[in-house]
T-cell receptor
Framework: DAGITQSPRHKVTETGTPVTLRCHQT?????MYWYRQDPGHGLRLIHY???????DKGEVSDGYSVSRSKTEDFLLTLESATSSQTSVYFC???????????FGQGTRLTVV | AQTVTQSQPEMSVQEAETVTLSCTYD???????LFWYKQPPSRQMILVIR??????QNATENRFSVNFQKAAKSFSLKISDSQLGDAAMYFC?????????????????FGKGTLLTVNP
C-alpha cells in the first residue's frame, strides 16, 4: 500500500461547514492525488500534487482546495461542504517513473 | 481528453465459471497504460492487471487475463475459474505515458465500473 494513510476514515458533517481530509505517506513519493468515487461515475480526479507547494486541478476541482506543505502530507479541504460533496474520497500516490498508482483506504464523507 | 467506457454496470457468474468484463477507451495517444482495479466491499483499490500499449502480448496474472485490441481500443478482462472472493466492483483505467512537467501524466482516467457477483 506504499504506506498511505487517510484520515478520518468516516465523517459526517453539516452543510456549510469546512472539512479537511488528510492523506499521509511514509515513503516520500513526489506525486499525490485526490479522487472522489460516486456511483455511476467511477473515480474522478479532484486535485493532484507533484511536489511540496506544487499542486494543480483535476476534472472536478470546484469547491475543493488542497495544500502540500511537506512531502508526506496532502490535504484536501472543502471550504463549505455541500450535499453534492457526499462521496468516498481516495488518496493515491505514484512512484516516480513507476507504472501503477497505490491507493489509500478511502474516506467516506457524508454531508447532511 | 481520454475517456474510458465500461458498458456493463453489473455482471454475474457462477462459481468456477469464466466471465469477461468489457472496457473500451478513446485516446489519440499511441503509448499508454491500461489497468484493471478491483474494489471489494472493504473499499480498498487493488490492482488486478496492467497492460502496456506498446506490448502486443496480452497480460496474464494467474486466473486473470486481458484481451487487448489496440486498433479497436478495447481492453477486456477475463476471469477464469471464478471464486467467491472475486465478487467486487471492477474498474478499468487509462494512464498516459507522455511526460509532462507536473504529475498530470500519472493521473488515471477511470470507467464507471462493473459490479461482479459470483454465485455459489
Amino acid at each position: 500500500d506504499a504506506g498511505i494513510t487517510q484520515s478520518p476514515r468516516h465523517k459526517v458533517t453539516e452543510t456549510g461547514t469546512p472539512v479537511t481530509l488528510r492523506c499521509h505517506q511514509t515513503e516520500n513519493h513526489r506525486y499525490m492525488y485526490w479522487y472522489r468515487q460516486d456511483p455511476g461515475h467511477g473515480l474522478r480526479l479532484i486535485h493532484y500534487s507533484y511536489g511540496v507547494k506544487d499542486t494543480d486541478k483535476g476534472e472536478v476541482s470546484d469547491g475543493y482546495s488542497v495544500s502540500r506543505s511537506k512531502t508526506e502530507d496532502f490535504l484536501l479541504t472543502l471550504e463549505s461542504a455541500t450535499s453534492s460533496q457526499t462521496s468516498v474520497y481516495f488518496c493515491a500516490i505514484n512512484k516516480e517513473y513507476g507504472t501503477e498508482a497505490f491507493f489509500g483506504q478511502g474516506t467516506r464523507l457524508t454531508v447532511v | 481528453a481520454q475517456t474510458v467506457t465500461q458498458s456493463q454496470p453489473e455482471m454475474s457468474v457462477q462459481e468456477a465459471e469464466t466471465v469477461t468484463l468489457s472496457c473500451t477507451y478513446d485516446t489519440s495517444e499511441s503509448d499508454y497504460y491500461l489497468f484493471w482495479y478491483k474494489q471489494p466491499p472493504s473499499r480498498q483499490m487493488i490492482l488486478v492487471i496492467r497492460q502496456e500499449a506498446y506490448k502486443q502480448q496480452n497480460a496474464t496474472e494467474n486466473r486473470f487475463s486481458v484481451n487487448f485490441q489496440k486498433a479497436a481500443k478495447s481492453f477486456s478482462l477475463k476471469i477464469s475459474d471464478s471464486q467467491l472472493g472475486d465478487a467486487a466492483m471492477y474498474f478499468c483505467a487509462y494512464r498516459s505515458t507522455r511526460i509532462y512537467s507536473g504529475g498530470s501524466n500519472y493521473k488515471l482516467t477511470f470507467g464507471k465500473g462493473t459490479l461482479l457477483t459470483v454465485n455459489p
